[in-house]
């Protein structure tokens, strides 16, 4: 059974920087898809970044392009979201999510069968 653990939120000061961690198990992961998605107060859940666990074919949000980073370590079997130049708008609840179909494109969180908790991340001075 996949399962997905995020980790890394917390309080940052706008212009600053975190990475989120997402930890996968219960499968092997060479051909998925992974995303980062996020989602606050009384908002939709929306796409921040996703690629294949490869690396290769990775897709940002407009809002987060050039600013932010998403990554795989195949030996730790974990995915990275880095996030730096952060702004009071990036505050929200940030999920990982896997898909075992490598999509060329894959923002719409209907593709993902598999998601974690959530970790929080707060941008505020």
């Known amino acids: 059974q996949v399962q997905l653990v995020e980790s890394g939120g917390g309080l940052v000061q706008p212009g600053g920087s975190l990475r989120l961690s997402c930890a996968a198990s219960?499968?092997?992961?060479?051909?998925?898809?992974m995303g980062w998605f996020r989602q606050a107060p009384g908002k939709e859940r929306e796409f921040v970044a996703s690629s294949w666990w490869t690396g290769d074919n990775a897709y940002y949000a407009d809002s987060v392009k050039d600013r932010f980073t998403i990554s795989t370590d195949n030996a730790k079997n974990t995915v990275y979201l880095q996030m730096n130049s952060l702004k009071p708008e990036d505050t929200a609840v940030y999920y990982c999510?896997?898909?075992?179909?490598?999509?060329?494109?894959?923002?719409?969180?209907?593709?993902?069968?598999?998601w974690g908790q959530g970790t929080q991340v707060t941008v505020s001075s």
């Open positions: 999510a896997a898909t075992n179909y490598r999509y060329t494109v894959a923002s719409r969180p209907d593709l993902y069968p598999y």
């Open positions: 219960g499968h092997t992961f060479s051909t998925y898809n």
